[in-house]
């Protein structure tokens, strides 16, 4: 299985930037996927997930998260970013047919996710 992320970047504070993640090897249409940040000196973190049908979390009003079923790519909307999202980010993928009882910060991640991308920068300028 591989995920490959893309779309990184720097970025003045108030930009937006779009995060791609294209998934080979797996059923991508039957998986749970994710974005997760680590920030310097921080855990990882849940930022957004989405389910096969469309349900999702969002870990604010300023990120989007969204799947191409026909394309196998997952994608992050990230809006009027802050210093405080400079972080890699990183996609994940729930083996087919995986089914958390929910999705979310409280989820241990091995609950939603087997499979990670290496990760895309992000940095934000003040």
């Known amino acids: 299985v591989q995920l490959v992320e893309s779309g990184g970047g720097l970025v003045q504070a108030g930009g937006s930037l779009r995060l791609a993640c294209v998934v080979s090897?797996?059923?991508?249409?039957?998986?749970?996927m994710g974005w997760s940040r680590q920030a310097p000196g921080k855990e990882r973190a849940l930022v957004a997930a989405?389910?096969?049908?469309g349900s999702t979390y969002e870990a604010n009003d300023r990120f989007t998260i969204s799947r191409d079923d026909a394309r196998n790519t997952l994608y992050l909307e990230l809006g009027s970013l802050q210093s405080d999202d400079t972080a890699v980010y990183y996609c994940?993928?729930?083996?087919?047919?995986?089914?958390?009882?929910?999705?979310?910060?409280?989820?241990?991640?091995?609950?939603?996710?087997?499979?990670w991308g290496q990760g895309t920068q992000v940095t934000v300028s003040s």
């Open positions: 090897g797996t059923t991508f249409s039957a998986s749970v």
């Open positions: 994940a993928a729930g083996a087919p047919d995986k089914r958390p009882y929910e999705i979310g910060p409280g989820v241990p991640e091995g609950e939603m996710f087997d499979y």
């Open positions: 989405i389910v096969p049908g």
